[in-house]
């Protein structure tokens, strides 16, 4: 159960890593799962390593992963962090390759301060610092320090591009290291990234957003609606589901009208 503390910490910091929230005996469940997405999405061929592979919508696809989605221990990171009409926008499977530049914020388009973002990331790898774990910029969601880190954006095309005199890998963060069982929730407007990884590592993720309220906001998931290819389109198997949580984690999109994903 998330205490207000922890809603402040995510509040302020842009980021929570809630210890062994799952069993070993889950852990191994969803890993079989998983790989059986991934090979079945790469038409039963060998993972080259050559590239990420996302996989979207994910948790959808099997039983144990989409339990997850309202499981007590999920559902309650949304309520606390987002309140009780959060709603899922999109899950997600990546076999991740390389590093991951930083990036954050988007301020060409950028999302509304009230509305909250809560990416529930699921690492089945052990990650350190050194190999992959999720870095973050404490506090970077939030403007005007975002603006300051935009040029960070720039070593995506340039890894030795130093706008602060250091390296990606030596930009000052916190490193997020993980074993499997935990959980780490972030909000993708936070700065974050990763390096030294090994090929072929985990990573799922459930993500959620606050109810929007206001015109800006309503207007705002409409054209990200538009924008994206898989997100906020939500999956036949949940629309048709007969869980509570599920039906009311998807009857906004449902009520904007927005397409289905079938699978």
């Not at 000052?172 to 974050?192: A, I, W």
Request: charged letters at 25%; proline letters at 8%.
């Amino acid at each position: 159960m998330l205490t207000s503390e922890h809603k402040a910490h995510f509040d302020v910091f842009g980021y929570l890593v809630l210890r062994q929230l799952l069993t070993p005996e889950e852990v191994a469940i969803m890993k079989k799962e998983s790989v059986e997405i991934f090979e079945e999405a790469r038409g039963g061929a060998a993972f080259d390593g050559k590239k990420r592979q996302p996989v979207q919508p994910f948790f959808e696809r099997r039983p144990f992963l989409s339990s997850l989605v309202d499981d007590d221990r999920i559902y309650d990171i949304g309520e606390t962090l987002l309140g009780p009409d959060f709603y899922l926008s999109v899950t997600e499977g990546n076999l991740h390759v390389g590093d991951t530049a930083w990036h954050g914020s988007d301020l060409d388009d950028p999302r509304p301060e009230s509305l909250i973002h809560a990416k529930i990331a699921f690492y089945l790898d052990p990650v350190t610092k050194d190999t992959g774990c999720l870095r973050v910029i404490p506090g970077s969601h939030r403007r005007p320090f975002a603006d300051h880190l935009q040029i960070l954006k720039q070593q995506h095309d340039d890894p030795t591009n130093e706008p602060f005199g250091v390296s990606g890998p030596d930009t000052p963060c916190v490193p997020l290291e993980s074993q499997p069982g935990d959980v780490v929730v972030f909000t993708e407007n936070t700065f974050h990234a990763a390096f030294g990884g090994e090929t072929g590592r985990h990573q799922h993720a459930i993500n959620f957003f606050s109810c929007p309220k206001t015109e800006e906001e309503f207007n705002w998931v409409r054209n990200m609606y538009k924008r994206w290819e898989y997100g906020l389109r939500p999956a036949e198997p949940f629309v048709n589901s007969d869980r509570p949580r599920i039906r009311r984690m998807i009857s906004l999109l449902i009520e904007e009208g927005f397409e289905t994903f079938k699978l």
